[in-house]
Protein backbone atom coordinates (compact mmCIF):
# COMPACT_ATOMS: atom_id res chain seq x y z
CA UNK A 1 0.00 0.00 0.00
CA UNK A 2 3.06 2.41 0.98
CA UNK A 3 4.44 1.81 -1.91
CA UNK A 4 1.05 2.45 -4.47
CA UNK A 5 0.97 5.61 -2.30
CA UNK A 6 4.52 6.73 -3.32
CA UNK A 7 3.95 5.93 -6.71
CA UNK A 8 1.03 8.05 -6.93
CA UNK A 9 2.24 10.86 -5.40
CA UNK A 10 4.20 11.43 -8.50
CA UNK A 11 2.87 14.06 -10.94
CA UNK A 12 4.87 12.44 -13.98
CA UNK A 13 2.79 8.90 -12.67
CA UNK A 14 -0.51 11.01 -12.60
CA UNK A 15 -0.04 12.41 -16.22
CA UNK A 16 1.05 8.78 -17.81
CA UNK A 17 -2.28 7.42 -16.29
CA UNK A 18 -4.51 10.27 -17.78
CA UNK A 19 -2.99 9.70 -21.59
CA UNK A 20 -2.98 6.04 -21.32
CA UNK A 21 -6.93 6.05 -20.06
CA UNK A 22 -7.28 8.61 -23.01
CA UNK A 23 -5.74 5.89 -25.25
CA UNK A 24 -7.30 3.41 -23.96
CA UNK A 25 -10.35 4.89 -24.81
CA UNK A 26 -9.81 5.77 -28.26
CA UNK A 27 -8.55 2.30 -28.81
CA UNK A 28 -11.61 0.37 -27.43
CA UNK A 29 -13.64 2.57 -30.07
CA UNK A 30 -12.85 0.09 -33.25
CA UNK A 31 -13.53 -2.73 -30.36
CA UNK A 32 -17.06 -1.19 -29.27
CA UNK A 33 -18.12 -0.62 -32.94
CA UNK A 34 -17.60 -4.08 -33.72
CA UNK A 35 -19.69 -5.19 -30.91
CA UNK A 36 -22.14 -2.84 -31.23
CA UNK A 37 -22.84 -4.23 -35.18
CA UNK A 38 -22.34 -8.15 -34.33
CA UNK A 39 -24.95 -7.46 -31.36
CA UNK A 40 -27.33 -5.37 -33.21
CA UNK A 41 -27.69 -9.16 -35.56
CA UNK A 42 -28.81 -11.01 -32.81
CA UNK A 43 -32.45 -10.94 -31.60
CA UNK A 44 -33.63 -8.04 -29.71
CA UNK A 45 -33.55 -9.60 -26.26
CA UNK A 46 -30.26 -10.96 -26.43
CA UNK A 47 -28.55 -7.73 -27.93
CA UNK A 48 -27.68 -6.20 -24.35
CA UNK A 49 -26.47 -9.12 -22.64
CA UNK A 50 -24.16 -9.91 -26.07
CA UNK A 51 -22.81 -6.66 -25.81
CA UNK A 52 -22.23 -7.03 -21.79
CA UNK A 53 -20.90 -10.17 -21.98
CA UNK A 54 -18.36 -9.17 -25.02
CA UNK A 55 -17.26 -6.40 -23.08
CA UNK A 56 -16.33 -8.74 -19.82
CA UNK A 57 -14.35 -11.24 -22.42
CA UNK A 58 -12.75 -7.77 -23.44
CA UNK A 59 -11.86 -6.61 -19.72
CA UNK A 60 -10.72 -10.11 -18.75
CA UNK A 61 -8.64 -10.67 -21.79
CA UNK A 62 -6.37 -7.13 -20.87
CA UNK A 63 -6.49 -8.09 -17.26
CA UNK A 64 -5.06 -11.64 -18.60
CA UNK A 65 -2.39 -10.22 -20.75
CA UNK A 66 -1.21 -7.75 -18.42
CA UNK A 67 -0.82 -10.92 -15.13
CA UNK A 68 1.61 -11.75 -18.63
CA UNK A 69 3.48 -8.61 -19.61
CA UNK A 70 6.50 -10.55 -19.94
CA UNK A 71 5.34 -13.28 -22.54
CA UNK A 72 3.52 -10.79 -24.02
CA UNK A 73 6.58 -8.64 -24.98
CA UNK A 74 7.79 -11.47 -26.15
CA UNK A 75 5.45 -11.90 -28.87
CA UNK A 76 7.43 -8.92 -30.77
CA UNK A 77 10.27 -11.04 -31.17
CA UNK A 78 10.76 -12.42 -34.58
CA UNK A 79 9.71 -15.76 -35.25
CA UNK A 80 10.97 -16.20 -38.90
CA UNK A 81 12.09 -14.12 -41.95
CA UNK A 82 10.93 -14.39 -45.60
CA UNK A 83 13.98 -13.13 -46.69
CA UNK A 84 12.32 -10.89 -49.14
CA UNK A 85 13.96 -7.43 -49.76
CA UNK A 86 11.10 -4.79 -51.37
CA UNK A 87 12.21 -1.49 -52.95
CA UNK A 88 14.28 0.79 -50.39
CA UNK A 89 12.31 4.27 -48.91
CA UNK A 90 13.56 7.58 -48.85
CA UNK A 91 16.15 6.95 -46.15
CA UNK A 92 17.32 3.22 -47.59
CA UNK A 93 15.20 1.19 -45.66
CA UNK A 94 13.30 -1.78 -46.26
CA UNK A 95 9.39 -0.71 -47.70
CA UNK A 96 8.31 -3.33 -45.60
CA UNK A 97 9.84 -5.86 -42.70
CA UNK A 98 10.48 -9.35 -44.04
CA UNK A 99 10.76 -10.62 -40.16
CA UNK A 100 7.43 -11.37 -38.77
CA UNK A 101 7.14 -11.50 -34.77
CA UNK A 102 3.83 -13.51 -33.53
CA UNK A 103 2.05 -9.94 -32.82
CA UNK A 104 2.43 -9.74 -37.06
CA UNK A 105 0.95 -12.91 -37.33
CA UNK A 106 -2.00 -12.04 -35.10
CA UNK A 107 -2.46 -8.46 -36.32
CA UNK A 108 -2.64 -9.52 -40.12
CA UNK A 109 -5.30 -12.43 -38.97
CA UNK A 110 -7.02 -10.27 -36.83
CA UNK A 111 -7.39 -7.85 -39.97
CA UNK A 112 -7.70 -10.40 -42.11
CA UNK A 113 -10.83 -11.16 -40.35
CA UNK A 114 -12.53 -8.09 -40.05
CA UNK A 115 -12.03 -7.09 -43.94
CA UNK A 116 -14.05 -9.97 -44.69
CA UNK A 117 -16.57 -9.37 -41.55
CA UNK A 118 -17.03 -5.92 -42.76
CA UNK A 119 -16.95 -6.68 -46.62
CA UNK A 120 -19.73 -9.11 -45.61
CA UNK A 121 -21.57 -6.85 -43.75
CA UNK A 122 -21.51 -4.04 -46.67
CA UNK A 123 -23.05 -6.70 -48.85
CA UNK A 124 -25.66 -7.77 -46.85
CA UNK A 125 -26.52 -4.32 -46.30
CA UNK A 126 -26.61 -2.98 -50.06
CA UNK A 127 -28.69 -6.06 -51.39
CA UNK A 128 -32.13 -6.75 -50.81
CA UNK A 129 -32.28 -9.82 -47.85
CA UNK A 130 -33.80 -12.86 -48.95
CA UNK A 131 -35.63 -15.38 -46.97
CA UNK A 132 -32.53 -17.54 -47.10
CA UNK A 133 -30.23 -14.58 -45.77
CA UNK A 134 -32.60 -13.69 -42.73
CA UNK A 135 -32.89 -17.43 -41.73
CA UNK A 136 -28.98 -17.25 -42.06
CA UNK A 137 -28.92 -14.05 -39.52
CA UNK A 138 -31.25 -15.59 -37.23
CA UNK A 139 -28.97 -19.08 -36.93
CA UNK A 140 -25.69 -16.99 -36.08
CA UNK A 141 -26.99 -17.28 -32.80
CA UNK A 142 -26.09 -16.00 -29.53
CA UNK A 143 -22.68 -18.53 -28.79
CA UNK A 144 -21.61 -18.21 -32.69
CA UNK A 145 -21.92 -13.94 -31.79
CA UNK A 146 -20.40 -14.53 -28.99
CA UNK A 147 -17.30 -16.10 -30.43
CA UNK A 148 -16.74 -13.77 -33.07
CA UNK A 149 -16.41 -11.38 -30.92
CA UNK A 150 -13.77 -13.34 -28.19
CA UNK A 151 -11.58 -13.33 -31.59
CA UNK A 152 -11.42 -9.22 -32.05
CA UNK A 153 -11.13 -8.87 -28.02
CA UNK A 154 -7.77 -10.78 -28.07
CA UNK A 155 -6.42 -9.25 -31.02
CA UNK A 156 -7.49 -5.59 -29.76
CA UNK A 157 -6.58 -6.78 -26.41
CA UNK A 158 -2.92 -6.93 -27.72
CA UNK A 159 -2.37 -4.15 -29.24
CA UNK A 160 -3.71 -2.49 -26.51
CA UNK A 161 -1.52 -3.82 -23.76
CA UNK A 162 1.42 -3.23 -26.45
CA UNK A 163 0.37 0.30 -26.39
CA UNK A 164 -0.02 0.64 -22.71
CA UNK A 165 3.68 -1.11 -21.77
CA UNK A 166 5.04 1.53 -24.69
CA UNK A 167 3.59 4.07 -22.44
CA UNK A 168 4.63 3.15 -18.58
CA UNK A 169 6.23 0.93 -16.86
CA UNK A 170 4.03 0.65 -13.78
CA UNK A 171 1.75 -2.78 -14.04
CA UNK A 172 -1.28 -0.46 -11.05
CA UNK A 173 -0.94 2.29 -13.43
CA UNK A 174 -1.78 -0.28 -16.44
CA UNK A 175 -4.34 -1.71 -14.48
CA UNK A 176 -6.44 1.53 -13.52
CA UNK A 177 -6.39 2.82 -17.40
CA UNK A 178 -7.79 -0.79 -18.76
CA UNK A 179 -10.61 -1.03 -16.27
CA UNK A 180 -11.57 2.74 -16.73
CA UNK A 181 -11.07 2.02 -20.22
CA UNK A 182 -13.43 -1.11 -20.59
CA UNK A 183 -16.01 0.65 -17.68
CA UNK A 184 -16.33 3.46 -20.32
CA UNK A 185 -16.95 0.91 -23.30
CA UNK A 186 -19.47 -0.75 -20.93
CA UNK A 187 -21.69 2.54 -20.36
CA UNK A 188 -21.09 3.62 -23.90
CA UNK A 189 -22.30 0.21 -25.61
CA UNK A 190 -26.28 0.49 -25.04
CA UNK A 191 -26.37 4.12 -26.37
CA UNK A 192 -23.73 3.95 -29.18
CA UNK A 193 -25.56 0.32 -30.26
CA UNK A 194 -29.03 1.72 -30.16
CA UNK A 195 -27.59 4.82 -32.33
CA UNK A 196 -26.00 2.33 -34.77
CA UNK A 197 -29.16 0.45 -35.00
CA UNK A 198 -31.67 3.71 -35.43
CA UNK A 199 -29.61 5.01 -38.37
CA UNK A 200 -28.93 2.66 -41.31
CA UNK A 201 -26.98 5.12 -42.78
CA UNK A 202 -24.46 5.35 -39.80
CA UNK A 203 -24.02 1.17 -39.97
CA UNK A 204 -22.13 1.55 -43.31
CA UNK A 205 -20.17 4.21 -42.18
CA UNK A 206 -19.31 1.93 -39.48
CA UNK A 207 -18.90 -1.09 -41.31
CA UNK A 208 -16.59 1.42 -43.37
CA UNK A 209 -14.38 2.48 -40.44
CA UNK A 210 -14.64 -1.40 -39.46
CA UNK A 211 -12.92 -2.16 -43.02
CA UNK A 212 -10.26 0.45 -43.01
CA UNK A 213 -9.05 -0.97 -39.33
CA UNK A 214 -8.98 -3.91 -40.40
CA UNK A 215 -6.36 -2.77 -43.76
CA UNK A 216 -4.53 -0.63 -40.90
CA UNK A 217 -3.76 -4.07 -38.95
CA UNK A 218 -2.75 -5.73 -41.55
CA UNK A 219 -0.79 -2.71 -43.11
CA UNK A 220 1.00 -2.67 -38.87
CA UNK A 221 1.34 -6.64 -39.05
CA UNK A 222 3.44 -6.32 -42.33
CA UNK A 223 5.28 -2.58 -40.71
CA UNK A 224 3.62 -0.62 -42.41
CA UNK A 225 3.12 1.82 -39.16
CA UNK A 226 0.31 4.23 -40.22
CA UNK A 227 0.17 7.14 -37.84
CA UNK A 228 -3.17 6.51 -35.51
CA UNK A 229 -3.91 10.13 -34.98
CA UNK A 230 -4.64 10.35 -38.98
CA UNK A 231 -6.92 7.05 -38.57
CA UNK A 232 -9.08 8.99 -35.92
CA UNK A 233 -8.98 12.22 -37.83
CA UNK A 234 -10.42 10.73 -40.98
CA UNK A 235 -13.30 8.60 -38.63
CA UNK A 236 -14.14 11.91 -36.49
CA UNK A 237 -14.70 13.98 -39.60
CA UNK A 238 -16.28 10.81 -41.27
CA UNK A 239 -18.92 10.80 -38.31
CA UNK A 240 -18.83 15.05 -38.18
CA UNK A 241 -20.32 14.83 -41.62
CA UNK A 242 -22.66 11.83 -40.86
CA UNK A 243 -24.04 13.91 -38.12
CA UNK A 244 -24.95 16.94 -40.14
CA UNK A 245 -26.96 14.68 -42.75
CA UNK A 246 -28.48 13.02 -39.96
CA UNK A 247 -29.68 16.38 -38.58
CA UNK A 248 -30.70 17.83 -41.88
CA UNK A 249 -32.70 15.29 -42.37
CA UNK A 250 -34.26 15.09 -39.39
CA UNK A 251 -34.97 18.67 -39.50
CA UNK A 252 -36.86 18.12 -43.79
CA UNK A 253 -38.64 15.54 -41.67
CA UNK A 254 -39.97 17.84 -39.04
CA UNK A 255 -41.07 20.50 -41.40
CA UNK A 256 -43.03 17.49 -43.62
CA UNK A 257 -40.38 17.69 -46.57
CA UNK A 258 -39.32 13.85 -46.01
CA UNK A 259 -41.05 10.58 -45.14
CA UNK A 260 -40.15 9.36 -41.65
Do not use: C
Amino acid sequence: MDALITLFSSPAVWAALVTLVVMEIVLGIDNLIFISILSNKLPEHQRHKARRVGISLALVMRLALLSAIAWLVGLTTPVFDLGIQGDPGPYGEPSFETEFSWRDLILIAGGLFLVWKATREIHHNIDPPSKADILGTVALGFGAAIFQILLLDIVFSIDSILTAVGMTDHLPVMVIAVVVAVLVMLVAADPLAEFIHANPTVVMLALAFLLMIGMVLIADGFGVHVPKGYIYTAMAFSAGVEGLNIWARRRRIAAGLEGS
